[in-house]
C-alpha cells in the first residue's frame, strides 16, 4: 500500500532561513505528489503539486519541491523564510486509482513549521 | 465566497448519540470526499463520491458510519452512537476528474 513519511515533526526556524522539508512516499511508478499548507486557523490549502514534466516544481509563496524518483521523494523547500511561514505543512499522494484518476488521498503526518520573527 | 463549505464548525455531543455532518462542495466539481484528522495526524481518507456514486469506502468508515450524496451535490456523513474515540475534525474536499482536491474549513466533533 501507499505510503508517504514526512521526517521532521517540528521545525523552528529564524526568518530569513533556509527550509527543507523532507518527504518520501512508497510507491515506486510515477505518481501525482502534492504539499498542502494549513496556517493557524485556517484550512486546508494546496501549496504545490507535481502531475509530469519538470522534476522542480514551483508553488505559492516562494515555495517550491523538487520529484527525485530515483529517492522517492518530493522535498518541499524555501530559500528565506518569514514568520507568516508559520503552518503546518503536509505531504499528499494518490492512494489508489480507480479508472486511471486520483481517488483518495494519503497525507504524510505533517510537519510543523515555527519561524520567530 | 466559492469554495467548500461545511456544516456544523464544531459540534459537541455526548457518547451514543447521533450527529449529521453536512459538506457543500465547489459547485463544478463532481468529486467529493470525507477525511478525518485527528490531532498530530494528517488528514485519512473516509469516503469518496463521483457524483453521487459511492466509489470508495475506507476501512476506518466502520458501519456507524454513513454517507450520502443524493444529488450529486451536497454530501453528509452520519454517525451513529458516537464513541468518545469519534472526536477529530471532519475534512470534506471536492474536485472535478483528476484536478486538485480543495479542502473545507472542517468540523470539529467532540463527544463526551
Known amino acids: 500500500a501507499q505510503s508517504v513519511s514526512q521526517h521532521n515533526h517540528h521545525v523552528i526556524l529564524s526568518e530569513a532561513a533556509s527550509l527543507e522539508l523532507g518527504c518520501n512516499y512508497s510507491y515506486g511508478g510515477t505518481v501525482n505528489l502534492f504539499w498542502y499548507v494549513q496556517y493557524p486557523g485556517q484550512h486546508l490549502q494546496l501549496l504545490l503539486k507535481?502531475?509530469?514534466?519538470?522534476?522542480l516544481v514551483k508553488g505559492i509563496k516562494g515555495f517550491e519541491a523538487e520529484f527525485i524518483k530515483s529517492k522517492f521523494s518530493f522535498n518541499l523547500r524555501k530559500p528565506s523564510v518569514q514568520w507568516s511561514d508559520t503552518a503546518e505543512y503536509f505531504c499528499a499522494v494518490p492512494g489508489a486509482l480507480v479508472g486511471g484518476s486520483q481517488g483518495n488521498l494519503i497525507f504524510g503526518k505533517g510537519t510543523k513549521l515555527s519561524v520567530k520573527p | 465566497d466559492t469554495g467548500v463549505s461545511q456544516d456544523p464548525r464544531h459540534k459537541i455531543t455526548k457518547r451514543g448519540q447521533n450527529v449529521t455532518f453536512r459538506c457543500d462542495p465547489i459547485s463544478e466539481h463532481n468529486r467529493l470526499y470525507w477525511y478525518r484528522q485527528t490531532l498530530g495526524q494528517g488528514p485519512e481518507f473516509l469516503t469518496y463520491?463521483?457524483?453521487?456514486?459511492?466509489?470508495?469506502k475506507s476501512r476506518l468508515l466502520s458501519d456507524r458510519f454513513s454517507a450520502e450524496r443524493p444529488k450529486g451535490s451536497f454530501s453528509t456523513l452520519e454517525i451513529q452512537r458516537t464513541e468518545q474515540g469519534d472526536s477529530a475534525m471532519y475534512l470534506c474536499a471536492s474536485s472535478t476528474d483528476q484536478e486538485t482536491q480543495y479542502f473545507g474549513p472542517g468540523t470539529r466533533l467532540l463527544v463526551l
Open positions: 507535481y502531475f509530469s514534466g519538470d522534476p
Open positions: 463520491f463521483q457524483n453521487e456514486a459511492q466509489l470508495e
